[in-house]
């Protein structure tokens, strides 16, 4: 078993910045790829960006050249630095472990959701 913890979340105005991170503990030796989710009121959860253990990303084509996510292997950690955000960036978000196959990840564990609110 993975827990996660998300942290970061909070209010922003748009056009304004925020990190979220996510530590990973338990068994913490399966750990492959790392990704983010979120879910919108009244919409469906969708995959925002993701890592691979080897550091390859992939991003959603509505956080290109926004979002960036990394990790830090020796903190078991991912982060997701959030910038020129958008009211449509409101959502929960879940930080999630999983596998790719394909070219697709799949995520196995997931986070209890940090929520994010763009306002102004």
């Known amino acids: 078993q993975v827990q996660l913890v998300e942290s970061g979340g909070g209010l922003v105005q748009p056009g304004g910045s925020l990190r979220l991170s996510c530590e990973a503990s338990?068994?913490?030796?399966?750990?492959?790829?790392m990704g983010w989710y979120r879910q919108a009121p009244g919409k469906e959860r969708e995959l925002v960006a993701y890592?691979?253990?080897?550091?390859?990303?992939n991003y959603a084509d509505s956080v290109k050249g926004r979002f960036t996510i990394s990790r830090d292997n020796g903190k078991n950690t991912v982060y997701l630095q959030m910038s020129s955000l958008k009211l449509e960036d409101t959502a929960v978000y879940y930080c999630?472990?999983?596998?790719?196959?394909?070219?697709?990840?799949?995520?196995?564990?997931w986070g209890q959701g940090t929520q994010v609110t763009v306002s102004s």
């Open positions: 890592i691979t253990s080897g550091g390859m990303t």
């Open positions: 338990g068994s913490i030796f399966s750990i492959g790829a």
């Open positions: 999630t472990v999983g596998g790719t196959f394909s070219g697709s990840y799949y995520p196995t564990y």
